[in-house]
């Protein structure tokens, strides 16, 4: 799922996941249960974390540097984010506040889900909703077809 705009955004993460070193790692007590041997590893790698307890469904946005060679075919916007979370209503609440700290009146942005694979995606679902029915959107569309949502701000 991307979302994608004709302005840079800021990337966040509220997925509850640490990105740490392996040294970070090292240092930490109780240290994370880990299925290598982190005193094999270099200190400068890189590890992702999930605490115990940590809630991972919140919001994620993040630039797709590296996307699937067929986004192009659809995407037409200048800059393309991966979009990622749970759908949930703490969910839609931080994309909310998201997307009014980002965006502008009269401006819009698409967001996308395409399903790539053994399918070709002849009918690609378009629909267009105003942010300010956003909290009553159906978000599963994303996750059940392929489809591109512009939100009109």
């Known amino acids: 799922m991307f979302i994608a705009a004709d ?3 800021p990337e966040i993460d509220f997925s509850g996941v640490l990105r740490l070193t392996v040294k970070d790692l090292k240092t930490m007590s ?3 249960i880990s299925f290598w041997d982190r005193d094999k590893l270099s200190d400068d790698c890189k590890a992702l974390v999930i605490p115990k307890d940590a809630d991972t469904t919140g919001l994620q946005i993040s ?5 699937p060679h067929e986004t192009g075919e659809y995407i037409k916007r200048k800059y393309i984010y991966w979009l990622g979370g749970r759908f949930n209503s703490k969910w ?3 994309f909310q506040e998201y997307v009014q700290d980002n965006f502008g009146e009269g401006t819009y942005f698409e967001l996308w889900s395409l399903w790539f694979g053994n399918h070709k995606m002849d009918e690609i679902l378009q629909e267009e909703c105003d942010f300010v029915d956003i909290a009553n959107f159906d978000f599963d569309d994303l996750l059940n077809t392929d489809s591109c949502i512009t939100v009109i701000m």
Do not use: I
């Open 7 to 9: 302005v840079e955004l």
């Open 30 to 32: 109780p240290r994370p």
């Open 63 to 67: 630039k797709c540097t590296n996307p």
């Open 92 to 94: 839609k609440k931080q």
